[in-house]
């Protein structure tokens, strides 16, 4: 686990960022690479929150906001939730007008904010994306994992998951880095809970994912073995599998280490077409939350349309109440 806190991810210089693009991708050039950005071993801690621990019960939502392109609307969306883990955050692209997602969530909402790199993006994006950019380049080039909070965040902290390096080779969107879970201790009236906010590899087969899950489950069993836990995100289920989320190892995985699985009805999908994804292949069931040590009321899934039919990422949020620890 990375728990070295910055108020703001040191950003690479345009020139090296030029140099990344044009290097080799081969053998061990990736990490060579890597070792470059220290923002990839560094978790920013921002904004404000109240100082009292969060009352039970409590709502979490967990969201793939596909970029975050429309941040206030997506803040009112998220407004009765009083933890966030929310995935696909920019920062410093083109394709989101250079804003800091997070940050803008985190001061129209009152939390507090941590933020992990997950890719330092070498480009603008897909084809459709540059469409929405403002510029013809990005600023710093983030796009990462965030856990947002109406409480203050204790030892937040990154953890790069395996796979760093998966999209380094990709031609339409060539990127530094890999998959990431961001996480931190948060006072209840019922104690201390860990929150994990992840997001799993889409383009691989479901044993890398139960390895990116066990992953996660060995390094809180290092870290926070004496603490309930609630993590949660897009796990990519069924992704470049068939899409049939039943076909995956992890859920197995991580009821064997004591955790269990909340997702909502099992035929309710989480993905839809959005302006980025306008012509998905499939509905799939890709959101979900695992707890230890807690009990769960109802998962909900709740569309990602807004008031006029706008839709604000290609997966609706998922969301559940926390109601006591156990």
Same mark, same amino acid.
Request: hydrophobic share 45%; proline share 5%.
């Given at each position: 686990?990375?728990?070295?806190?910055? !108020?703001?991810?040191?950003?690479?210089?345009?020139?090296?960022?030029?140099?990344?693009?044009?290097?080799?991708?081969?053998?061990t050039?990736?990490?060579?690479?890597?070792?470059?950005?220290?923002?990839?071993?560094?978790?920013?801690? *921002?904004?404000?929150?109240p100082?009292?621990?969060?009352?039970?019960?409590?709502?979490?939502?967990?969201?793939?906001l596909?970029?975050? +392109?429309?941040?206030?609307? !997506?803040?009112?969306?998220?407004?009765?939730?009083?933890?966030?883990?929310?995935?696909?955050?920019?920062?410093? %692209?083109?394709r989101?007008?250079?804003?800091?997602?997070?940050?803008?969530?985190?001061q129209?909402?009152? %939390?507090?904010?941590?933020?992990?790199?997950?890719?330092?993006?070498?480009?603008?994006? #897909?084809?459709?994306?540059?469409?929405?950019?403002?510029?013809?380049?990005?600023t710093?080039?983030?796009?990462?994992?965030?856990?947002?909070a109406?409480?203050?965040?204790?030892?937040?902290?990154?953890?790069?998951?395996p796979?760093?390096?998966?999209?380094?080779?990709?031609?339409?969107?060539?990127?530094?880095?890999?998959?990431?879970?961001?996480?931190?201790?948060?006072?209840?009236t019922?104690?201390?809970i860990?929150?994990? #906010?992840?997001?799993?590899? !889409?383009?691989?087969?479901?044993?890398?994912?139960?390895?990116?899950?066990?992953?996660?489950?060995?390094?809180?069993?290092?870290?926070?073995?004496?603490?309930?836990?609630? %993590?949660?995100g897009?796990?990519?289920? *069924?992704?470049?599998? *068939?899409?049939?989320?039943?076909?995956?190892t992890?859920?197995?995985?991580?009821r064997?280490?004591g955790?269990?699985?909340?997702? *909502?009805?099992?035929?309710?999908?989480?993905?839809?077409? #959005?302006?980025?994804?306008?012509?998905?292949?499939?509905? %799939?069931? +890709?959101?979900?939350?695992?707890?230890?040590?807690?009990?769960?009321?109802?998962?909900?899934?709740?569309?990602?349309?807004?008031?006029?039919?706008?839709? +604000? #990422?290609?997966?609706?949020?998922v969301?559940?109440?926390?109601?006591?620890?156990l």
């Open positions: 686990m990375i728990f070295e806190k910055t !108020s703001a991810l040191d950003v690479p210089t345009q020139a090296l960022r030029a140099e990344f693009v044009t290097a080799a991708r081969a053998g050039a990736h990490d060579d690479l890597a070792r470059q950005v220290p923002a990839f071993t560094q978790v920013e801690v *921002g904004g404000t929150a100082g009292a621990p969060l009352g039970l019960p409590l709502r979490v939502a967990a969201w793939n596909e970029r975050c +392109l429309f941040s206030a609307p !997506s803040a009112q969306a998220l407004a009765g939730a009083d933890v966030l883990l929310l995935s696909e955050m920019d920062c410093g %692209m083109a989101t007008a250079q804003r800091h997602t997070t940050a803008d969530i985190g129209q909402l009152g %939390m507090a904010y941590a933020y992990g790199l997950e890719f330092l993006e070498l480009g603008l994006g #897909s084809e459709i994306e540059h469409s929405f950019c403002t510029d013809t380049f990005n710093h080039g983030f796009h990462g994992n965030a856990l947002l109406r409480a203050p965040l204790n030892q937040a902290f990154v953890l790069r998951l796979g760093q390096g998966h999209w380094y080779g990709d031609a339409g969107q060539p990127r530094l880095g890999g998959r990431i879970a961001v996480g931190a201790e948060i006072a209840t019922a104690g201390p860990v929150f994990v #906010s992840t997001h799993l590899e !889409s383009a691989c087969d479901a044993a890398h994912r139960a390895a990116q899950v066990a992953a996660i489950i060995a390094a809180l069993d290092t870290h926070f073995s004496d603490r309930p836990v609630l %993590m949660g897009d796990l990519n289920t *069924g992704n470049h599998i *068939g899409g049939d989320w039943r076909d995956e992890l859920f197995d995985l991580a064997a280490a955790f269990e699985v909340h997702g *909502g009805p099992e035929t309710q999908p989480t993905t839809r077409p #959005s302006l980025i994804t306008r012509f998905p292949e499939r509905a %799939m069931k +890709l959101d979900w939350f695992f707890s230890r040590g807690l009990r769960l009321g109802e998962t909900l899934i709740h569309s990602s349309l807004d008031a006029n039919g706008r839709p +604000l #990422s290609d997966h609706d949020r969301e559940a109440t926390i109601e006591a620890l």
